[in-house]
Structures are given as structure tokens and as C-alpha cells.
Nanobody, 119 residues
Framework: EVQLVESGGGLVQAGGSLRLSCAASGFTFDDYAIGWFRQAPGKEREGVSCISSSDGSTYYADSVKGRFTISSDNAKNTVYLQMNSLKPEDTAVYYC????????????WGQGTQVTVSS
């Protein structure tokens, strides 16, 4: 059974940090890219970041560049999203998803973790 389980969300003050984790199982982790998405109430889902399995390339939305860092621990089948200098507009449910090879067509999704940034 394929599973993507996010953790690490919570409530933090503006300027603070959180680290999200995405633990994967049930598929060949090394063959997949893992992306992070977020969705705030009343807004469309937004791609935040992705790490490619093929060459380790990373991608970031302009809104998080310089503040968020994605990394992967292949030994643990886990991808992390380090979020620094958080802003109230970062408040959303954060999801991780897996795409075969590159950060494009996502097959599997996690259930999401809430991140709330207070001003």
C-alpha cells in the first residue's frame, strides 16, 4: 500500500520556523520526485517545492525562495521541507505528493498537515 504521511505542522509566530516531514512507503522512493503543495482556505492549491529523484534538482515557488529548503533522506524514504521566516500568508494545509521521475505528474498524495502562522 502506497503511503505518504506528512508531519511537523503546527502553530508558529511570524518569523518562526517549522520543519515538515513526508515519510513515504509502498513504492520505490528513489524512482520518484517528491513535491510539496499547499492550499489555504478559499484558494487554489499551490506548488511550493519539489526535489527530483533523477538528479536531485530542487524547485521552489517564488513566494518561498530563500526561506524554504527541501531535502531528501533516501535511507529513510523521507523528504523534509524546512520553512524559515514564516509569514501569515504561509498559513495553509501542506501536502506532499510523489511523481515518477520528475516534478510533473503526481500519482500519490498525502493527507496534509496544517501550518498556521500568527501575526
Amino acid at each position: 500500500e502506497v503511503q505518504l504521511v506528512e508531519s511537523g505542522g503546527g502553530l508558529v509566530q511570524a518569523g518562526g520556523s517549522l520543519r515538515l516531514s513526508c515519510a513515504a512507503s509502498g513504492f520505490t522512493f528513489d524512482d520518484y520526485a517528491i513535491g510539496w503543495f499547499r492550499q489555504a482556505p478559499g484558494k487554489e492549491r499551490e506548488g511550493v517545492s519539489c526535489i527530483s529523484s533523477s538528479d536531485g534538482s530542487t524547485y521552489y515557488a517564488d513566494s518561498v525562495k530563500g526561506r524554504f529548503t527541501i531535502s531528501s533522506d533516501n535511507a529513510k524514504n523521507t523528504v523534509y521541507l524546512q520553512m524559515n521566516s514564516l509569514k501569515p500568508e504561509d498559513t495553509a494545509v501542506y501536502y506532499c505528493a510523489a511523481a515518477p521521475g520528475s516534478c510533473y505528474l503526481y500519482d500519490y498524495w498525502g493527507q496534509g498537515t496544517q501550518v498556521t502562522v500568527s501575526s
